[in-house]
């Protein structure tokens, strides 16, 4: 069972096993997903998963999910702005900094998994 969250993700596998959850599936990139649940939290939802989990850099995956509170607050939640901000800002930096490499479909396919495991753990019950 999991927790009643709105995901915005770019990970295919997310959307298909999780997709009851996907309130919205990007085609892009992690500052796309980025930007995406930014405009949610600037409509009051919450920012409930932190955008910069793992060990894994911005720009060496392809792949990130946000999970959002399924219901907005009457007030915008700062601290989830001050986390969506600052991942953002993170990220730009670091896309500036080096290339965006090409993956194997191997590597894009265990990039999807290493994603899915950690937001699946993240909104379980």
């Not at 911005?58 to 901000?85: F, G, H, K, Q, W």
């Not at 800002?89 to 899915?116: A, G, H, P, W």
Request: charged share 25%; glycine share 0%.
């Amino acid at each position: 069972m999991y927790k009643e969250v709105l995901l915005i993700t770019n990970n295919p596998m997310v959307n298909n096993f999780l997709k009851q959850l996907v309130f919205k599936f990007i085609i892009g990139n992690t500052m796309s997903v980025y930007r995406e649940a930014r405009d949610m939290i600037h409509k009051n939802h919450v920012l409930l998963t932190h955008p910069l989990f793992s060990s894994l850099k911005p720009n060496e995956t392809p792949y990130r999910t946000v999970a959002i509170s399924l219901e907005p607050r009457e007030v915008l939640d700062m601290d989830s702005l001050m986390y969506i901000e600052r991942a953002i800002e993170v990220t730009q930096k670091f896309l500036n900094m080096k290339y965006i490499r090409n993956y194997s479909e191997k590597l894009l396919d265990d990039f999807q998994i290493i994603d899915f495991s950690i937001i699946e753990d993240a909104i379980k019950k």
